[in-house]
C-alpha cells in the first residue's frame, strides 16, 4: 500500500473553512477514483515543534503504485491539487509530498 503523505504550509489568508472545504474535496475523491481507500486531514497536533511551517496536510491510503498514478492523472484530483497549490504559501514551495510503500 502507498501512503501518500502532503504536507501544506498554508497562505495566512487562507480561511479555517477554506481548509476545510479543500480536506473535503479530497475526501470526496476516495468515491471516484479507484484503488484510493482513505484519506485522513488537518492540521499538525505539534508534539514536537519540527513542521518547519507546514502545519497542515493529508494521507491518502492507495492499494498500490499504478492507483497512485491513476490518482494523479485524475482530472478531479488535479482541479483540487491545482486549488492546494494556490493555497500554498510560494505556490508549489508551500507543499511537501512524501510517498511511503508500505505493507
Known amino acids: 500500500?502507498?501512503?501518500?503523505?502532503?504536507?501544506?504550509?498554508?497562505?495566512?489568508?487562507?480561511?479555517?473553512?477554506?481548509?476545510?472545504?479543500?480536506?473535503?474535496?479530497?475526501?470526496?475523491?476516495?468515491?471516484?477514483?479507484?484503488?484510493?481507500?482513505?484519506v485522513r486531514a488537518g492540521a499538525n497536533a505539534r508534539f514536537e515543534d519540527l513542521d518547519h511551517g507546514f502545519a497542515d496536510g493529508f494521507i491518502a491510503v492507495f492499494d498500490d503504485r499504478a492507483a497512485l498514478a491513476a490518482y494523479q492523472a485524475h482530472p478531479a484530483h488535479q482541479a483540487t491539487g491545482a486549488k492546494l497549490v494556490q493555497a500554498a504559501l510560494g505556490g508549489v514551495q508551500g507543499l511537501m509530498v512524501f510517498d511511503l510503500d508500505l505493507p
Open 1 to 38: 500500500m502507498i501512503h501518500h503523505c502532503v504536507f501544506i504550509h498554508f497562505r495566512p489568508e487562507i480561511t479555517a473553512a477554506t481548509q476545510q472545504g479543500l480536506w473535503d474535496e479530497l475526501r470526496a475523491l476516495v468515491d471516484e477514483i479507484p484503488g484510493l481507500r482513505e
